[in-house]
């Protein structure tokens, strides 16, 4: 009868038929090689020649992107319109002459000088112009009663005064007797203009000596044959015509 054991009496062992069988393998090429230890492998070192050439593309890196948020920040700063250029404009004072012919001419010298760096861009211009009134309608100046009385002397001779009349006419027997004769009808923008006309006739070797003027233009066009609204005339009437049409204006040379 073997050793009493107090603490496991009543203890039974049941025994399974059924109950699988363990099997213990030997052999490492049967066992499954998931069941397989693996040898341990050793961490692989970052050689300095592998490590050069990946510092050498991070410093590459940084470089390339140094230079190209600088570019960017530099054509932020700069204007993105064209470039604008100020100029300064020196010019003569233009002349302005008229003569008795209707043509026009225009004659200007122009010699611009421009640069957009260091200097600042000049332009030097000098006009002459030579016109007569080539106006065919609406209405001239007409300056009475401030005219009336009052001497006028064309730019072109000092030689010539012609005294003005407002609101007169001439017309019919002239101060040598004989009757008024028109030399010219022209068109002229004011009494001066036409006065102007008269005088450049005479110093030409005309005999004009007076004028009638009608600020009038269209009006004065509107009757058949007749070609302005100045009348450059001989001579003054004997006896000065009155014009209620308030646009009419005379003058006539007066002694020096």
């Not at 050439?53 to 960017?72: D, E, Q, R, T, Y």
């Not at 700069?78 to 003569?99: D, I």
């Not at 421009?114 to 007569?132: E, F, G, L």
């Not at 450059?232 to 000065?240: F, G, V, Y």
């Amino acid at each position: 009868m073997g050793p009493s054991h107090p603490d496991y009496e009543g203890l039974q062992v049941r025994v399974e038929e059924n109950y699988p069988e363990v099997v213990y393998y030997s052999d490492k090429e049967v066992l499954p090689s998931r069941l397989l230890r693996s040898p341990q492998q050793k961490p692989r070192r970052f050689t300095r020649r592998k490590f050069i050439p990946v510092l050498s593309v991070i410093v590459l890196l940084i470089v390339g992107g140094g230079v190209g948020i600088a570019i960017a920040a530099r054509k932020n700063q700069s204007p993105s319109g064209p470039a604008t250029t100020s100029a300064t404009t020196s010019s003569t004072p233009t002349s302005l002459s008229v003569s008795p012919a209707t043509a026009t001419s225009l004659s200007s010298t122009s010699s611009p000088s421009v640069s957009t760096a260091s200097s600042k861009p000049t332009v030097s211009t000098t006009t002459t112009i030579s016109t007569s009134p080539t106006a065919t309608a609406g209405m001239g100046t007409y300056n009475c009663p401030a005219d009336n009385g009052t001497t006028y002397s064309p730019n072109l001779t000092k030689r010539y005064n012609f005294k003005i009349l407002c609101d007169t006419d001439f017309y019919g027997k002239g101060v040598n007797g004989k009757a008024v004769v028109d030399v010219q009808n022209v068109l002229a923008t004011s009494l001066q203009a036409c006065i102007d006309q008269c005088a450049s006739q005479r110093y030409a070797g005309s005999n004009c000596s007076a004028v009638a003027y009608g600020a009038n233009i269209t009006q004065a066009l509107a009757r058949g044959g007749v070609q302005g609204n100045c009348f450059l005339k001989d001579q003054r009437s004997a006896i000065a015509q009155a014009d209620s049409s308030g646009q009419q204006e005379a003058a006539f040379l007066s002694p020096t």
